[in-house]
């Protein structure tokens, strides 16, 4: 008596273990992750912002203002110094910009920022679907230095 009880007993484990799935029935209550956006490839010209150290102090971004149309990319290039970033002023770019910036800025570290970069390598940003408008960034190790900056983005 005690055969059949554990061979029906080990035949109900088995079956409330597994069996096949059906097509189109989700395999548990989770939702899947969102994809992190990718950032969008220029479409216009390419511009080229140096990151300068001269000195022991001075720290700067050659040039520090420029204009570029919506579309275009930045690349931001380390010449010299230490590590340096970009990163943009939440306050002081037009609105709408963030989602842009941050979807736009790969391997970002935090909110509107790039990851730091050495002396010889260099990063873009995509200025594709861009607002229009006035943006102002640093670079977060330096700017307390004077290493700013403001690129206005026109159509």
């Known amino acids: 008596m005690r055969v059949p009880a554990i061979v029906v007993g080990v035949a109900m484990l088995v079956a409330a273990c597994g069996g096949e799935k059906k097509a189109g029935t989700p395999a548990d209550n989770t939702t ?4 992190a956006p990718t950032a969008a490839a220029a ?20 040039p520090d203002n420029i204009t570029i ?8 290039k ?15 770019i ?9 979807a736009n800025i790969a391997d970002k570290p935090a909110d509107l ?3 730091l970069i050495n002396e010889g390598q260099s990063l873009t940003v ?12 640093y670079c977060i190790p330096h700017g307390a230095m004077g290493m700013k900056g403001t690129i206005t983005v026109t159509q």
Request: charged content about 10%; aromatic content about 12%.
């Open 32 to 35: 899947p992750a969102p994809a």
């Open 113 to 115: 920022a790039t990851p």
């Open 94 to 102: 037009p609105p709408g910009a963030a989602d842009v910036l941050n």
């Open 43 to 62: 479409t216009g010209a390419t511009h080229e912002i140096q990151m300068v150290q001269q000195g022991a102090t001075s720290f700067k971004f050659v």
């Open 78 to 92: 380390s010449v010299s110094g230490t590590g340096h970033d970009v990163a943009f002023y939440a306050d002081s």
């Open 126 to 137: 995509s200025f594709v679907g861009a607002p229009v408008g006035t943006y102002k960034f």
């Open 69 to 76: 149309k919506t579309g275009d990319a930045v690349v931001f």
